[in-house]
Every structure is written in structure tokens, then in C-alpha cells.
T-cell receptor, first 109, second 113 residues
Framework: KNEVEQSPQNLTAQEGEFITINCSYS?????LHWLQQHPGGGIVSLFM???GKKKHGRLIATINIQEKHSSLHITASHPRDSAVYIC???????????FGQGTRLTINP | DTGVSQDPRHKITKRGQNVTFRCDPI?????LYWYRQTLGQGPEFLTY????????KSRLLSDRFSAERPKGSFSTLEIQRTEQGDSAMYLC???????????FGEGSRLTVL
């Protein structure tokens, strides 16, 4: 069993829909990261969380430390949001992250 | 452009050859990380540096792999006697330290024939 599990693995939705991607982890962590990866490889950091909730534009990330669970929400989704979203946890506090397998999101116009 | 640059972006080589990848982090960043990503998988940690010191290496990093960060600036990752299983995207990331945002490069894709 992977230390970081994401669901769903693939998600297709229509433009404007509210999107939720889930991440569960099985180890103690010092922080959790949400990352976005576009085709071709480039990864962009979206959020780093150690508790509570963060919001940036149409993106919202939440974490429940007791339940070892985090969610990434996208409101008013747009085709340009199509990408792979990756959850990663910092286990040892050195930012050497343990990654989930990613969720491939496709938003159709 | 995140400010982290990697070179080359794509390398095709024959099995048994040596390859070297370079990463130039954001200039004031103390931490530099190397990750490997195979198709359809999330990245896996390989090694990281605090300035010029290599603080940790994953057990994934066999004896054929070596990484350096002379003078605490750019870093190189060398793979000797490449094998087909080394085919992957090699990602570099840098940060100011724990609690600061990680910035990733575009990656160097290795194909071993």
C-alpha cells in the first residue's frame, strides 16, 4: 500500500463544475503539498499546508491532520485547469517529499 | 518559467553510456532536490543538498548514480553505465528551506535504448 493515495485517478468534468480531488496518507507528516503538472513535465507548487485551509483564486486546499486526509477543490473549473494534480507529503521535515500517483483532470468546454 | 533550469531537456542514449544532467536552482535557494519520475507515476525522491552538502540519498540511488553541488550553486546528476530501467524524467527542485515553497524545473527526460 502506498503511503500517499489519491482519488480519483482520472476525472473528467464539464467547464464550470466544482472539482474535488482527495488525498489520504498513512504516515505522520510535517506538511502536505499540492502540485500541478502539465504535459511535458513542468511541476508548479499550488499549496503547502500543515493545518486548516488555504485559498488561492479558484483553488482551495484543506487538511485534516487527525484523519490524515486532504482535499483540493477547484471552483468554476475551466479547460485550462486540465492537468495532473499531485499530492505530496513531507515526512521527515526536510522537504524530501513522498508523492501520490496523481489525479489526471480533464475539463471539457 | 519557475526560475529553476535543467539541461538537457531530453537525452537519448544507448545502454552502457554515461549521461550527466545539470540543474541551476534559483540563486538564493539553499536546498536543492533531485527526483525521478517514471511514466504514469508520481516523482520519487533521489537526493538533496543543503548548500554544497549532500544530506541524504535514497536507496533508489545505486552506485551508478552520483550527484554533486560544488560551491552550493548548480548541481549535476551523473548516471554511469545507463540501463533501460533508468529511462525516466529527472526533476530538480529548489527552495529556501523547510516551510518555503518548492520550485521545480521542467525536468530532463532520459531515454535509454
Amino acid at each position: 500500500k502506498n503511503e500517499v493515495e489519491q482519488s480519483p485517478q482520472n476525472l473528467t468534468a464539464q467547464e464550470g463544475e466544482f472539482i474535488t480531488i482527495n488525498c489520504s496518507y498513512s504516515v505522520g507528516i510535517s506538511a502536505l503539498h499540492w502540485l500541478q503538472q502539465h504535459p511535458g513535465g513542468g511541476i508548479v507548487s499550488l499549496f503547502m499546508l500543515s493545518s486548516g485551509k488555504k485559498k488561492h483564486g479558484r483553488l482551495i486546499a484543506t487538511i485534516n491532520i487527525q484523519e490524515k486526509h486532504s482535499s483540493l477543490h477547484i471552483t468554476a473549473s475551466h479547460p485550462r485547469d486540465s492537468a495532473v494534480y499531485i499530492c505530496a507529503v513531507d515526512v521527515g521535515g526536510a522537504q524530501k517529499l513522498v508523492f501520490g500517483q496523481g489525479t489526471r483532470l480533464t475539463i471539457n468546454p | 518559467d519557475t526560475g529553476v533550469s535543467q539541461d538537457p531537456r531530453h537525452k537519448i542514449t544507448k545502454r552502457g553510456q554515461n549521461v550527466t544532467f545539470r540543474c541551476d536552482p534559483i540563486s538564493e535557494h539553499n536546498r536543492l532536490y533531485w527526483y525521478r519520475q517514471t511514466l504514469g507515476q508520481g516523482p520519487e525522491f533521489l537526493t538533496y543538498f543543503q548548500n554544497e552538502a549532500q544530506l541524504e540519498k535514497s536507496r533508489l540511488l545505486s552506485d551508478r548514480f552520483s550527484a554533486e553541488r560544488p560551491k552550493g550553486s548548480f548541481s549535476t546528476l551523473e548516471i554511469q553505465r545507463t540501463e533501460q530501467g533508468d529511462s525516466a524524467m529527472y526533476l530538480c527542485a529548489s527552495s529556501l528551506g523547510w516551510g518555503w515553497e518548492l520550485f521545480f524545473g521542467e525536468g530532463s527526460r532520459l531515454t535509454v535504448l
